[in-house]
Protein backbone atom coordinates (compact mmCIF):
# COMPACT_ATOMS: atom_id res chain seq x y z
CA UNK A 1 0.00 0.00 0.00
CA UNK A 2 2.83 2.21 0.81
CA UNK A 3 4.51 1.68 -2.57
CA UNK A 4 1.39 2.10 -4.06
CA UNK A 5 0.62 5.82 -2.90
CA UNK A 6 3.86 6.89 -3.26
CA UNK A 7 3.46 6.19 -6.87
CA UNK A 8 0.32 7.74 -7.45
CA UNK A 9 1.95 10.92 -5.36
CA UNK A 10 5.21 11.62 -7.19
CA UNK A 11 5.34 14.52 -9.35
CA UNK A 12 4.96 13.26 -12.90
CA UNK A 13 7.73 14.39 -15.42
CA UNK A 14 4.77 14.40 -18.42
CA UNK A 15 1.72 17.11 -18.45
CA UNK A 16 -1.10 14.66 -18.52
CA UNK A 17 -3.65 14.71 -16.31
CA UNK A 18 -4.37 12.57 -13.79
CA UNK A 19 -7.67 10.07 -13.76
CA UNK A 20 -10.43 9.44 -11.48
CA UNK A 21 -9.52 5.79 -11.32
CA UNK A 22 -5.44 6.67 -10.22
CA UNK A 23 -7.22 9.01 -7.44
CA UNK A 24 -9.42 6.37 -6.03
CA UNK A 25 -6.25 3.73 -5.82
CA UNK A 26 -3.72 6.64 -4.07
CA UNK A 27 -7.29 7.02 -1.57
CA UNK A 28 -7.35 3.19 -0.82
CA UNK A 29 -3.72 3.02 -0.33
CA UNK A 30 -3.57 5.70 2.14
CA UNK A 31 -6.78 4.66 4.11
CA UNK A 32 -5.37 0.86 4.21
CA UNK A 33 -1.98 2.33 5.78
CA UNK A 34 -4.14 4.32 7.92
CA UNK A 35 -6.04 0.81 8.99
CA UNK A 36 -3.09 -0.16 10.43
CA UNK A 37 -2.77 3.05 12.54
CA UNK A 38 -6.56 2.77 13.55
CA UNK A 39 -7.12 -1.06 13.04
CA UNK A 40 -10.77 -1.76 13.92
CA UNK A 41 -11.60 1.78 14.24
CA UNK A 42 -11.70 2.58 10.36
CA UNK A 43 -14.10 1.13 7.58
CA UNK A 44 -13.31 1.78 4.31
CA UNK A 45 -16.25 1.52 1.23
CA UNK A 46 -15.78 2.70 -2.10
CA UNK A 47 -17.85 2.33 -4.57
CA UNK A 48 -16.65 4.24 -7.85
CA UNK A 49 -18.30 2.16 -11.64
CA UNK A 50 -15.06 0.88 -13.55
CA UNK A 51 -16.59 2.90 -16.34
CA UNK A 52 -15.16 6.02 -14.85
CA UNK A 53 -11.89 4.92 -14.28
CA UNK A 54 -10.48 6.97 -16.82
CA UNK A 55 -12.17 10.56 -16.60
CA UNK A 56 -9.95 13.29 -15.98
CA UNK A 57 -9.82 14.42 -12.46
CA UNK A 58 -7.95 16.91 -10.83
CA UNK A 59 -4.55 15.26 -9.07
CA UNK A 60 -4.84 14.94 -5.32
CA UNK A 61 -8.06 16.68 -4.44
CA UNK A 62 -9.71 13.37 -3.52
CA UNK A 63 -7.09 12.58 -1.34
CA UNK A 64 -7.63 16.35 0.32
CA UNK A 65 -11.22 15.23 1.04
CA UNK A 66 -10.36 12.05 2.52
CA UNK A 67 -7.62 13.00 4.80
CA UNK A 68 -10.38 15.83 6.07
CA UNK A 69 -12.70 13.07 6.25
CA UNK A 70 -9.96 11.00 8.69
CA UNK A 71 -8.20 14.43 10.63
CA UNK A 72 -11.84 15.98 11.56
CA UNK A 73 -14.05 13.37 11.46
CA UNK A 74 -12.79 9.75 12.71
CA UNK A 75 -9.60 10.10 13.94
CA UNK A 76 -11.04 12.71 17.18
CA UNK A 77 -13.16 9.82 17.45
CA UNK A 78 -12.86 7.07 20.53
CA UNK A 79 -14.81 4.25 17.88
CA UNK A 80 -13.42 5.74 14.85
CA UNK A 81 -16.10 5.28 11.89
CA UNK A 82 -16.32 4.48 8.45
CA UNK A 83 -15.03 6.76 5.33
CA UNK A 84 -17.08 5.85 1.46
CA UNK A 85 -15.69 7.24 -1.95
CA UNK A 86 -18.15 7.11 -4.17
CA UNK A 87 -18.52 8.54 -7.54
CA UNK A 88 -21.46 8.77 -10.25
CA UNK A 89 -21.85 10.38 -13.65
CA UNK A 90 -24.98 12.35 -14.30
CA UNK A 91 -26.23 14.89 -17.19
CA UNK A 92 -22.57 15.22 -18.31
CA UNK A 93 -20.98 15.64 -15.05
CA UNK A 94 -19.04 13.56 -12.95
CA UNK A 95 -19.56 13.60 -8.72
CA UNK A 96 -16.91 12.61 -6.62
CA UNK A 97 -18.34 12.37 -2.59
CA UNK A 98 -15.94 11.42 0.14
CA UNK A 99 -18.65 10.72 3.18
CA UNK A 100 -17.78 9.68 6.74
CA UNK A 101 -19.58 8.96 9.76
CA UNK A 102 -17.42 11.31 12.35
CA UNK A 103 -17.97 14.10 14.74
CA UNK A 104 -19.20 16.44 11.99
CA UNK A 105 -19.61 20.08 11.30
CA UNK A 106 -20.74 20.89 14.54
CA UNK A 107 -17.45 19.62 15.91
CA UNK A 108 -15.31 21.75 13.34
CA UNK A 109 -14.17 25.59 13.73
CA UNK A 110 -13.78 25.86 10.29
CA UNK A 111 -16.85 24.16 9.70
CA UNK A 112 -15.98 23.32 5.71
CA UNK A 113 -13.74 26.74 5.24
CA UNK A 114 -10.14 24.77 6.44
CA UNK A 115 -7.18 26.19 3.95
CA UNK A 116 -7.28 22.66 1.93
CA UNK A 117 -10.88 23.09 1.11
CA UNK A 118 -10.27 26.53 -0.09
CA UNK A 119 -7.39 25.36 -2.31
CA UNK A 120 -9.71 22.49 -3.92
CA UNK A 121 -12.16 25.55 -4.60
CA UNK A 122 -9.24 27.76 -6.41
CA UNK A 123 -8.35 24.62 -8.28
CA UNK A 124 -11.36 23.59 -9.51
CA UNK A 125 -12.13 27.32 -10.22
CA UNK A 126 -9.01 27.79 -12.10
CA UNK A 127 -9.55 24.60 -14.07
CA UNK A 128 -12.95 24.25 -14.97
CA UNK A 129 -14.60 28.01 -13.91
CA UNK A 130 -18.44 27.72 -12.78
CA UNK A 131 -18.59 24.32 -14.63
CA UNK A 132 -17.10 22.56 -11.61
CA UNK A 133 -17.59 22.83 -7.84
CA UNK A 134 -17.44 21.23 -4.31
CA UNK A 135 -20.03 21.54 -2.28
CA UNK A 136 -19.49 20.30 1.68
CA UNK A 137 -22.81 19.19 3.90
CA UNK A 138 -23.39 17.25 6.96
CA UNK A 139 -23.85 13.62 6.94
CA UNK A 140 -26.92 11.95 8.36
CA UNK A 141 -26.58 10.59 11.11
CA UNK A 142 -23.40 12.13 11.64
CA UNK A 143 -20.21 13.25 9.70
CA UNK A 144 -19.62 15.46 6.62
CA UNK A 145 -20.30 14.59 2.86
CA UNK A 146 -18.04 16.48 0.72
CA UNK A 147 -18.60 16.31 -3.08
CA UNK A 148 -16.66 17.73 -6.23
CA UNK A 149 -18.50 17.91 -8.83
CA UNK A 150 -16.71 18.31 -12.46
CA UNK A 151 -17.14 17.63 -16.49
CA UNK A 152 -17.59 14.41 -17.61
CA UNK A 153 -14.92 14.36 -20.06
CA UNK A 154 -14.11 10.92 -22.16
CA UNK A 155 -10.13 10.15 -21.61
CA UNK A 156 -8.86 10.14 -25.29
CA UNK A 157 -6.44 7.21 -25.98
CA UNK A 158 -2.92 7.25 -27.19
Known sequence: NL???LRHSLPRTDATPSALGEEVERAR???EILKIRMGQRLALQIDVPARLSPMPFPAMMLQTLVENA?????EPRTAGGTVWILAKESEGRVAVTVADDGQGLGASTSGGTGIGL???RERLRLA?????SLTVVA???S??????TVPAVEQVPA
Open 3 to 5: ITY
Open 139 to 141: NFP
Open 70 to 74: IKHGL
Open 29 to 31: AYL
Open 128 to 132: YGPQA
Open 118 to 120: KNV
Open 143 to 148: GVAATI
